[in-house]
């Protein structure tokens, strides 16, 4: 639970790493959402002839100013004595520039849902896209989680440097602080925390962190 704090602490202190994290989850989102609606969750299975009323681009910018671009096409289909429109062109809800292709009037095949009719797709199968967006998808995310632990460590001492600390011997203490006050500025803070980590026999990154808290007790800026 600690290291989990921790993880979640320091993930924001990396953009770049929250970033490739947040697109790899998206993409992974959108590969294995299509590829589980098309082998599990609905069986597109019914053929019907459809109609194309139309097709056409749309561009909308968003708050930041970037174009994004989308294409539609509406076609009209009938099942069963009943009439349906649809804009929904595979299972991903993507929709390539190909479908301006189609124009009005023109007719296509098109596959329902038997247990929605309103329901339809017109390419029913999953691309090669899909696979390939959620296996880079699954790889951003472990890639983002390894560099994380490389940049933000977990320390498994965080949580006890002050128990570690109380139970320094004061003698100890006031011997770092000598170091502290007698050594030239450059070298003190490491001095310091070598001395402490040989007399421990901890690490010094530890080290570093009793130093500091020793420095503040004794009132002197390192």
Known sequence: MRYLKHY?????????VLAFLILGIALSFIGIKACYYYYYFVDYSIPVMATVIESYETTTTNSGGR???????????NFEGNTYQSKRYKHSHDTSRDILQ????????????????SDAVIINEFTWTN????????????????????????DKTEGNIE??????????????????NNISVEHKFFESASF????????????????????????INI
Do not use: C
């Open 196 to 219: 402490l980590t040989s007399r421990l026999k901890i690490d010094i990154h530890t080290a570093k962190k009793l130093v500091k808290i020793i420095a503040k007790e004794g009132g």
């Open 67 to 77: 174009r994004n671009t989308s294409y539609v096409v509406k076609y009209t289909y």
């Open 102 to 117: 189609y124009h009005s009037g023109d007719t296509l095949e098109a596959f329902i849902n038997p247990d929605d009719p």
């Open 163 to 180: 128990d570690l600390f109380n139970t320094i011997p004061n003698e100890l203490k006031l011997q770092v602080i000598s170091i502290l």
């Open 8 to 16: 979640m602490k320091t993930l924001f202190k990396t953009p770049f």
């Open 131 to 154: 696979v390939l967006a959620g296996i880079l998808g699954i790889i951003l995310i472990f890639t983002s989680l390894i560099i994380h632990s490389k940049l933000s460590p977990y």
